[in-house]
């Protein structure tokens, strides 16, 4: 049973990837909080990635990475304070749990690494300049570690657009913003949780063994189809 390590896995996409993966692999969570369930293939720490030590973990088959963070404020507005809380949140974490836990991914037959970025990184969005630079750091990562890790560690990044998860509840505030928001998307629809869990555990597979160094736009064709 492959050894998944799910970084944020008590709400949103993380939770939903959690759900996808506890009855088929080894799933260690770490969060502040707790999942709302308990499972014999589930292992929680409660913990801060940015601060705290990480347990000893014998193997690591799989990263995925899901602390994020949504700062919209215009650019005035924003302290130098935001820009590194967010740049913390999204790119050091992962560069933490990832220098941590190199040498068990090393150990692993197919290790691979998931990442997330964000449509504000190519789409260009107002008020999205903290967030968008952390997730541009966060591209960056992914292409560079996918090259370094090569051949052993894929490592891959989603790059979804707004998502209904309790980190979008500020956005997703009343009826007519979300009308709105459908309709901005060329498919008429943002993502639901279990849209980027499913890709996640696809790039975590077997499957999706040629795949490295990607950024893969889950957008519902926002950044790439124009109507």
């Not at 690494?113 to 541009?136: D, E, R, Y």
């Not at 292409?143 to 560690?153: D, G, M, Q, V, Y």
Request: charge should be neutral; charged fraction near 15%.
């Amino acid at each position: 049973m492959r050894h998944i390590l799910i970084i944020g896995g008590s709400k949103g996409i993380g939770k939903a990837t959690l759900n996808l993966m506890i009855s088929s692999h080894k799933v260690t969570n770490f969060s502040r909080t707790a999942p709302a369930f308990t499972h014999a293939n589930l292992t929680h720490h409660g913990l801060d990635v940015l601060e705290d030590q990480f347990p000893s973990l014998d193997t690591v088959d799989g990263i995925i990475y899901c602390p994020g963070s949504i700062n919209l404020k215009p650019m005035n507005r924003l302290s130098m304070e935001d820009f590194k809380s967010d740049f913390d949140i999204n790119v050091l974490g992962a560069v933490r749990v990832i220098q941590h836990y190199l040498p068990q991914l090393k150990q692993s037959s197919s290790p691979s690494v998931v990442l997330f970025s964000t449509v504000a990184v190519k789409l260009g969005m107002p008020f999205h300049a903290s967030i968008a630079v952390a997730k541009a750091g966060v591209e960056g990562l992914t292409k560079t570690l996918a090259a370094e890790f090569a051949p052993l560690i894929r490592v891959n990044a989603i790059a979804p657009t707004v998502t209904n998860t309790d980190l979008a509840a500020g956005i997703l505030r009343n009826d007519r913003i979300i009308e709105s928001i459908n309709e901005r998307h060329p498919l008429k629809h943002f993502l639901n949780p279990d849209d980027a869990a499913h890709l996640a555990v696809y790039l975590l597979g077997e499957q999706s063994r040629s795949m490295t160094g990607q950024v893969i736009q889950l957008d519902s064709g926002i950044v790439s189809v124009k109507l």
